[in-house]
Each structure stands twice: as structure tokens, then as C-alpha cells.
């Protein structure tokens, strides 16, 4: 088989992360503060990250959903407003989301090379791959994968088809991504009665009508039919309830499918690219463990919101040791009653939490309010489930920019 080479092409493994425990998240304080979590969000270069990850789970991921940096050479802004008219982006609220610009594409491809290798190694032999990309790289990537994982283990070449507006009057408009599913070995997991889809009514009244239809061979129309490799979901900008404002945010039907066909109950579905976090959300609601990470604080810190506000199972947060939360002390106003905590002349809030019975090492998140997509309004109470009165109570706060604040309160505090 051919191969794609450049210079300095390498599979050199780099230093592992030295991991920290920032937090565990008990979203909506259930479990706290005993329950140990399953699911890991992490912050730092994913390289590093999974170097780190390979002595507890080397073969044993079940899926990887890998959605990196496409090579489009643009920068893509996050969207912090709430209300604003999806059709003046000049009226947007925006802040710094993550750039995807390269010196040239030997430069993305060693980027991509070394991260797909260890992709390789942790996946489980009955794992399965799905690297999402779209017409600027995805012949590049399919060519690595191919001596990653053989040619043969290629399973899918999958079409996402979506609707959208587009400046392009030169050209078709470009409304496609490719999704490559490769398999680790020829023993893969793949649950085709989980995303079986009605057939269309066209299909269902031809046979209805004509005993020849099919050549005389009639499927289980109730059963309905596995999808074909080209899907048709809408893109987030028209699902308002998913949407997190985060750019390039995929939508949760898109893994939900992927995730329902390549993993079983209790597996592990990993996505070290995670964004805005539809994989790690979708693999919680579905009864999957997930880990998730992402090398800029903005996309973990909007995947954490996101589980809070729409799983019930706790996680961890951690940080490669290279990387700083850089939490300011002061500043915002929380007043402490006993019996929960509320905000006063507070900057504008994304998101905050609480420990309320902080021991100055690991934060334990048992309360949690997170700004609604919609309103904008962000709840400015949180009821405490548990109150200690030998230890502090420990609150974080992060604001629409992205800075974020720590205050410590004991039993008398009122800021």
C-alpha cells in the first residue's frame, strides 16, 4: 500500500502529562461526596494527555470519536451572547474559541500523524475509530489511517449531508463532512438493530402494492433498515436547545448514531477533541463512561457545564500539570446563610459552583448554576446539599470572558 511521507514525519512518544485533580463535579450534587466517578474531562495538549492515559487504558477504549482541527486555516470565535439574531453576526457577542491555522500541511500532518497512532494503541482489539473531517484533509487522514490501522480495517466512509447559507458563487455549495470509521481488528462491535430507521412510506406502499417489488425479496419493513453511509442531520445553529455557542459544535443525533452502532452499555467512549462535549454528553445519557479532553480551557470548561447541567453521573476534572486554572481571589460578592448562597453585584456569569466542604485540596462540586442558552439569566442561588460546619465552603465562578474567580466562606462569612 502507499504511504504519505513528509519531513520529520515521526512517531516519537513525548512526556506524559503529569495529571492533577482539579475537581470532581457531582452534577446537581447527586453522589457527593462519596461516589467515585468513572468519567474523566481533561484539560492540556492531548498528545501529552494520552501518553499519560496508555498505563491504565491501553486496549481497553471501546470507541474513539475524534473531531480535530479541519485545516481550513481560519480562527473560530465562540458565541457568549444569548438572544442575539442568528442572521446579524455583526451584532454577535464574541470571545477567543480556537484557532485552526498551520505553517503549511506538513506541519498538520505531524500534528495529526503521532495523535491517531496512540488513538491506535488505546482503543480496545473490538474498538472502533471515527475521525470526523471534511474536504480540506480527509484524503490526507484516510491515507494515515490506512497504515495506522491497514486498509482493511476501514469499515465506513460516512457522509454527513447538512442545509446552511454560503457565500460560495463559484462553486457547488460545500455541505458535507466525512466521517472514516476504521476498526481495530475484524472482531468489531457493531449494534445494527440499535440504529435501525423506518424505511421510507415510498418503500413500505411499493411492496405493499406489488408482490415482484425487490425481486421478490421483502424486507422486514417494521423492523426498518440499517442506514445507508450518507446521513442527513441538521447542523446546531437550527437545533436552539443543544446549542452552546461553541464553534463548530456537532449535533447530538450525529453521536448518538455513531455511539449507539460502535458501543455497548459500560464502555468507554473517549473524545480527546471534545469541543463543546456532544460525545462525552451523549455517551453519559446512553449509559456509556466517557473521557473526554480539549487543549483550550474554553471547550473544557463549556463541555463541563454541559454535563452538569444534562448528566447525572459524577467526573472528574483534571489538568496536566503544565497547565494553570488561574483562579483570582475576591472580587465577586457571595453571600453564605447556612443553608445555600446567593450572588450580589457579581461581574456577568457563565457558570458557578460549589464545595461546601472545601478541605483546601480537591474541589468536590455538589451545586452547580450554568447560564441558559436561551435567557441569558443565570440563577443567582444555589441551595447547598450538605453543610459542614468544621470546614469552609468553597465557591467558583467564571464569567462570560472566561475569567475565573474563587471565594471561601465559612459559617459567619457573608463574602
Known amino acids: 500500500m502507499p504511504s504519505l511521507t ?29 461516589a467515585k466517578p468513572a468519567n474523566r474531562l481533561l484539560l492540556g495538549d492531548n498528545l501529552r494527555l494520552m501518553t499519560a492515559l496508555l498505563p491504565e487504558y491501553e486496549g481497553r477504549v471501546d470507541l474513539i470519536y475524534a473531531d480535530p482541527p479541519f485545516f481550513t ?37 505531524e500534528f495529526l500523524y503521532p495523535r491517531l497512532a496512540l488513538m491506535h494503541r488505546l482503543l480496545a482489539p473490538h474498538g472502533s475509530l471515527y475521525m470526523h473531517l471534511d474536504w480540506h484533509a480527509d484524503a490526507y487522514a484516510r491515507l494515515l489511517l490506512d497504515e495506522i490501522f491497514g486498509a482493511d480495517n476501514l469499515l465506513n466512509e460516512i457522509v454527513w449531508a447538512y442545509h446552511g447559507p454560503s457565500p460560495i458563487r463559484s462553486a457547488f455549495n460545500r455541505k458535507h463532512d466525512i466521517l472514516l470509521a476504521y476498526t481495530k481488528s475484524s472482531q468489531y462491535t457493531f449494534n445494527a438493530d440499535a440504529v435501525r430507521e423506518p424505511y421510507n412510506p415510498n418503500t413500505v406502499k411499493t411492496f405493499g402494492s406489488s408482490p415482484k417489488a425487490g425481486f421478490g425479496k421483502i424486507p422486514d419493513l417494521a423492523r426498518g433498515k440499517v442506514p445507508e453511509d450518507w446521513w442527513y442531520f441538521p447542523v446546531v445553529a437550527r437545533l436552539h436547545n443543544e446549542r452552546t455557542g461553541y464553534p463548530t459544535q456537532k449535533p447530538e443525533a450525529l453521536l448518538e448514531r455513531i455511539i449507539l452502532a460502535s458501543s455497548n452499555p459500560g464502555d468507554i467512549v473517549a473524545d480527546f477533541f471534545c469541543g463543546s462535549g456532544t460525545a462525552p454528553a451523549v455517551a453519559a445519557r446512553l449509559g456509556r463512561r ?59 456569569l457563565d457558570y458557578w459552583e460549589a464545595d461546601p466542604a472545601w478541605d483546601g485540596i480537591t474541589f468536590r462540586s455538589a451545586a452547580q448554576a450554568i447560564r441558559p442558552v436561551r435567557s441569558g439569566e443565570i440563577c443567582r442561588e444555589l441551595s447547598l446539599p450538605v453543610k459542614r460546619k468544621d470546614q469552609p465552603v468553597c465557591v467558583r465562578l467564571v464569567t462570560i470572558q472566561g475569567e475565573q474567580y474563587q471565594v471561601i466562606l465559612n459559617q459567619t462569612s457573608n463574602r
Open 73 to 109: 486555516n481560519r480562527k473560530f470565535p465562540v458565541r457568549i451572547g444569548r438572544g442575539e439574531d442568528s442572521r446579524k453576526p455583526a451584532e454577535w457577542d464574541l470571545a477567543d474559541g480556537y484557532p485552526d491555522s498551520w505553517h503549511d500541511l506538513d506541519a498538520y500532518l
Open 6 to 34: 513528509w519531513p520529520g514525519k515521526s512517531l516519537t512518544v513525548p512526556e506524559p502529562a503529569a495529571l492533577v485533580t482539579d475537581s470532581v463535579v457531582f452534577p446537581h450534587g447527586l453522589g457527593y461526596p462519596t
Open 290 to 348: 466517557f473521557i473526554a479532553s480539549d487543549v483550550t480551557f474554553r471547550a473544557v470548561h463549556t463541555t463541563r457545564g454541559r454535563l452538569a447541567a444534562s448528566t447525572r453521573q459524577p467526573f472528574t476534572l483534571e489538568r496536566d500539570a503544565a497547565t494553570s486554572l488561574d483562579f483570582q481571589p475576591g472580587v465577586v460578592e457571595v453571600h453564605f446563610d447556612g443553608d445555600g448562597l446567593s450572588l450580589a453585584g457579581s461581574p456577568k
